[in-house]
């Protein structure tokens, strides 16, 4: 019986060490992910900003009220287009995020079935 306890043990901490590896390789691609989508945001960001001080500029200049309308409705669409650009990245980051997530719950799921399988067989009942 000492040496079927072992067994488990000794195949448990090695399933345990399994199960930290895909963990940290989870993390890993979760982090990536993000850094990626973030590093794909950032250019977006920066030329809206860069349009926007030269907008906010060149509407200051103006002293017609129905150009300076024109110009600040123009400056709402450059926002929405802003807004709906990186919505778009999010959901694709979230969808990305979403199969990683998947991925993990399915690995860990076998490693635990197929320690359990083992366990059940090493104490037959």
């Known amino acids: 019986?000492?040496?079927?306890?072992?067994?488990?043990?000794?195949t448990g901490l090695a399933e345990h060490k399994r199960r930290d590896k895909e963990v940290n390789c989870f993390f890993s691609?979760?982090?990536?992910?993000?850094?990626?989508?973030?590093q794909k945001a950032l250019p977006i960001?920066?030329?809206?900003e860069?349009?926007?001080?030269e907008r906010t500029v060149d509407m200051r200049r103006l002293s017609d009220r129905e150009l300076l309308k024109v110009k600040i409705?123009?400056?709402?669409?450059?926002?929405?287009?802003?807004?709906?650009?990186l919505m778009t990245?999010?959901?694709?980051?979230?969808?990305?995020?979403?199969?990683i997530t998947k991925r993990l719950d399915i690995n860990i799921s076998e490693m635990v079935g197929y320690f359990t399988?083992?366990?059940q067989g090493i104490y037959p009942f």
């Open 1 to 10: 019986m000492g040496d079927l306890c072992k067994q488990v043990f000794e």
């Open 29 to 38: 691609g979760q982090n990536e992910t993000v850094i990626e989508y973030q």
């Open 73 to 85: 409705n123009q400056c709402n669409d450059e926002i929405n287009q802003l807004c709906k650009g």
């Open 117 to 119: 399988e083992m366990v």
């Open 89 to 99: 990245l999010e959901f694709q980051m979230v969808g990305q995020l979403e199969d």
């Open 50 to 53: 860069q349009q926007h001080k």
């Open 45 to 48: 960001l920066a030329n809206f």
